[in-house]
């Protein structure tokens, strides 16, 4: 949580919350949280378990509509649609301020350096596979999404 400077006045989405293992040490920051998972079981769960103000939202995480105000994410999305979320996140038309992305190192390799006008995407913390559960079968990276600048869109609500 420290490493993606979320703060107490960030609304953040977890794309792909699961059994709310970043959802509930990012509703501790004090930041207004949305959860979103697509299994409508551990969604349930989430939400009876959420001793914190955690807004939990059953939907895809590739197709929810996303906030029409700044905002950030924390994830570990699924995996095979990563690309897609990325490519969504990073729309002209996007409010996202910032994104960690927990992904492989094979996705997050191909993004790290990527041409943008308006988007830095850089590497960040390397997680072990124990850091998983059940343990990661692969090398797992944090992507970081910076926005450069403010967004063009005329409108600078809490810019």
């Known amino acids: 949580m420290a490493a993606a400077g979320v703060g107490c006045d960030d609304l ?8 709310g293992a ?17 299994h409508a079981g551990r969604a349930a769960a989430l939400r009876a378990s959420a001793a914190l103000d955690i807004k939990v939202v059953v939907d895809d995480a590739a197709l929810i509509a996303l906030p029409r105000r700044p ?11 990563s690309t897609t979320i990325i490519k969504r996140l ?24 990527a041409w943008s006008a308006h988007w830095d995407f850089r590497a960040g913390l390397r997680l072990p596979a124990s ?5 990661a079968r692969c090398e797992t990276r944090v992507l970081k999404i910076m926005r450069r600048g403010r967004p063009a869109r005329g409108d600078s609500r809490r810019w």
């Open 131 to 135: 850091a998983f559960h059940p343990t």
């Open 12 to 19: 953040v989405l977890d794309l792909g919350a699961g059994d």
């Open 71 to 81: 905002f950030r994410v924390v994830a570990n999305p699924p995996f095979a649609v």
């Open 22 to 38: 970043l959802t509930r040490p990012l509703a501790r920051t004090g930041a207004r949280v949305i959860a979103v998972e697509l």
């Open 90 to 113: 990073t729309r002209p038309d996007s409010w996202l301020v910032s994104a960690d992305l927990v992904l492989p190192w094979y996705v997050t390799k191909r993004w790290i350096g």
